[in-house]
């Protein structure tokens, strides 16, 4: 035990030496300034080089972005203040910052000022995304979410808030107060995307038949009483192949998928199968391949649950271009990721993302 604790460790400190290795490539500017609750146009004027952004902590909000020498590109997203996920007490005051990062692979002049220009929107729609440790705004590098990414890929004039929490099931999630949260903020036209199943197949009466379809039923009219409209999305697949002869086990969360697809049948509203979109990337990317999409675990091991964030991006795309065929809120997902083959995936250098926050290699609550 003492042995695999020790490669794990040292697994965890690769991975962190080299992400930074990657991150030495980028120069960061930050912005950080205390707002209220509520949603934010913004713009900002990128210079020659290679920039990403990001904001409040981990989260993409602008994706891989070249710009010619001599010129500059102006780019723009909504981003939304949340305040606090939970409804306990002493979580009032949290989460009332916007905080926004440059990564650029050009230094910028001396003296330049990172001032992103930044007006309210309260007008604007917001997704809400409620889910476990696979949908999660990790704070720490290398753990990956499709929740994290999939900001960069909704347009202006819409914006995410990302109420995941890792260990959640549905059951969970309300006793942490994050539905009711959410509730309270939710405005007439907003959405709500909806994926758990890992954590509620390890809660007795929350099987896919019995207490897991009935919330789903119960959080649809509670949603739909604000006048705001849910979205269900079938839980991700684990990643698992036979280690003799390395063929696809069958799927993990079958049951939970398919419980998904008849509430989303028998109430009317859209689903999003990232199940069998994730399940069907990972077959055709085999046993070794797929190993790319997870975090890893030490002594040549993955996490078959959990994403790194090459695996993020991919998910988020299977994820957008889902959202991209439901009316109305299909509007809000840009151009090039409005379609998506999971058995094309990127390639792990085309959509690499420089690395920030901290490098905890630690395996989140929930499996």
């Known amino acids: 035990m003492k042995a695999r604790i ?84 002493g979580d009032e005051r949290s989460n009332r910052r916007l905080k926004i990062e440059l990564f650029t692979d050009t230094p910028q002049p001396e003296g330049f000022v990172f001032a992103p220009r930044v007006t309210p929107n309260p007008s604007a729609p917001t997704i809400y995304i409620c889910g476990d440790s696979t949908v999660e705004d990790h704070r720490n590098e290398p753990l990956g979410s499709w929740g994290l990414v999939i900001p960069a890929f909704v347009r202006e004039g819409w914006t995410t808030a990302n109420f995941a929490k890792s260990g959640l099931a549905m059951k969970t999630f309300e006793e942490e107060g994050r539905l009711e949260r959410v509730l309270e903020h939710l405005g007439k036209d907003d959405w709500v995307m909806i994926q758990f199943g890992h954590n509620d197949q390890k809660i007795k009466g929350e099987e896919a038949e019995n207490g897991y379809t009935w919330r789903l039923g119960e959080w649809i009219v509670k949603i739909r009483e604000k006048g705001a409209h849910p979205i269900l999305v079938t839980p991700v697949e684990r990643r698992g192949f036979h280690p003799a002869h390395g063929t696809q086990f069958g799927k993990s969360l079958a049951k939970y998928a398919e419980a998904v697809k008849s509430v989303a049948s028998t109430k009317g509203v859209p689903y999003i199968d990232l199940n069998d979109a994730s399940y069907r990337m990972m077959g055709r990317l085999g046993a070794e391949g797929s190993k790319k999409l997870q975090r890893p675990a030490g002594g040549g091991k993955v996490d078959n649950t959990h994403h790194n964030m090459y695996g993020a991006y991919e998910m988020a795309r299977i994820v957008a271009a889902g959202l991209a065929k439901i009316p109305v809120v299909g509007d809000a997902i840009r151009e090039p990721y409005r379609s998506f083959d999971p058995e094309k995936p990127d390639s792990e250098s085309a959509v690499a993302i420089p690395p920030s926050g901290t490098f905890n290699n630690k395996k989140p609550a929930g499996s």
């Open 6 to 89: 020790v490669l794990s460790a040292l697994a965890a400190s690769f991975v962190a030496i080299a992400s930074q290795a990657e991150n030495a490539k980028f120069n960061t500017y930050a912005y950080d300034k205390p707002m209220e609750i509520g949603n934010y146009d913004v713009e900002i004027d990128l210079g020659p080089g290679v920039n990403f952004v990001k904001f409040m902590g981990r989260r993409l909000a602008v994706d891989r972005t070249e710009v010619k020498s001599g010129e500059k590109k102006t780019v723009s997203f909504t981003a939304r203040v949340p305040g606090p996920y939970t409804t306990r007490k």
